[in-house]
């Protein structure tokens, strides 16, 4: 009876943190979100540098923006991270290259021309409380700024309710220590154990989105960048070496000389069938003669 009403205890309390987190996530508000923000100078959103008694906030932001040299931008970004504490999860720098052309310049010279777009998407992580610097920085290399997204979300409630899971699941861990050792206790003792681990892991995680936050960065290039770059005129070259008169007629005679050897080499492997078209074709003589002969003999009786 004590098994199965503790089985029960631990099904409830699970359904119970589901429907906690469900709804801490559906209160969750974002606090602030700017976009097309053009003219006037950006002044970073109350949600980045808010503090509230009593509040504890995960904060994330999106930053969608146009630079004049993306590449440039990336270095310097990145340098502001680290110097801010924080680190680069991901980064994703690449140019779309719409065209390429070569034109030739000379007999050994040619210019490659290549017409691209260089962007980047970036994540970071930066400590909380640097967030709104961050932000300023990252506004400091926009040419134009497309959007810019601010979330604060609320989790005190979440965090408490995970400090009474913990609480559940140590008493539940004493209790199940009461009981008499058998298979059902095991397995208990097993559930108990792994949910407790569960329930850190997530504190873990909640603790570490407290304390760094996470912004993800899209930058590009307003206008399509053109690169010249030298290379060889492939093609003279290619007429240069593409026909040598001495050279091949030469190549012709040699391989003339080694095909009159592959035919004698080849016919000296079928010899056994060139023998038997050469006795046949005696045979098919000498028969035919015959036939002839007999045929004017006959006509000589009959006249």
């Known amino acids: ?14 359904l119970l943190g589901i ?11 974002e606090i602030a979100a700017e976009s097309k923000d053009f003219t006037t100078t950006d002044s970073i959103s109350s949600a980045a540098t808010m503090s509230v008694k009593d509040k504890q906030f995960i904060k994330t932001a999106n930053v969608n923006m146009e630079v004049k040299d993306v590449y440039e931008a990336t270095t310097s970004l990145e340098k502001s991270v680290q110097e801010l504490g924080g680190f680069v999860t991901h980064s994703n720098l690449q140019s779309n290259v719409f ?48 959007s810019r997204v601010i979330n604060a979300e609320d989790v ?7 400090e009474l899971e913990g609480k559940r699941t140590k008493k539940t861990g004493e209790n199940i220590t009461q ?9 208990l003792s097993d559930e108990n154990m792994s949910e407790e681990n569960q ?24 206008k399509l960048r053109i690169a010249e770059i030298a290379v060889t005129n492939t093609k ?27 035919i004698l080499v080849g016919l000296v492997t079928v010899w056994p069938i060139v023998l038997i078209v050469v006795i046949g074709f005696y045979f098919y003589r000498k028969n035919k003669s015959n036939n002839r002969i007999q045929q004017t003999k006959e006509h000589n009786s009959a006249s």
């Open 99 to 146: 065209s390429e052309e070569t034109f030739n310049t000379s007999n050994e010279e040619a210019m490659l021309v290549k017409k691209y777009q260089t962007e980047n998407t970036m994540q970071v992580r930066i400590p909380t409380e640097k967030l709104g610097e961050f932000l300023t920085l990252i506004n400091s290399k926009k040419l134009f700024l497309n």
């Open 1 to 14: 009876m004590k098994t199965t009403y503790i089985k029960l205890s631990i099904a409830t309390a699970l």
């Open 179 to 187: 009981l008499k050792t058998n298979k059902d206790k095991v397995n």
């Open 236 to 262: 003279n070259i290619d007429n240069k070496y593409k026909f040598n008169f001495l050279y091949d007629v030469k190549n012709a005679f040699v391989e003339g000389f080694y095909l009159i050897q592959r």
């Open 199 to 222: 329930q850190q892991l997530a504190n873990m995680d909640v603790a570490n989105n407290l304390k760094y936050s996470t912004v993800d960065i899209y930058i590009k290039e307003p």
């Open 156 to 162: 005190t409630a979440n965090i408490k309710y995970a």
């Open 19 to 29: 429907y906690s987190c469900k709804k801490g996530e559906a209160t969750a508000s």
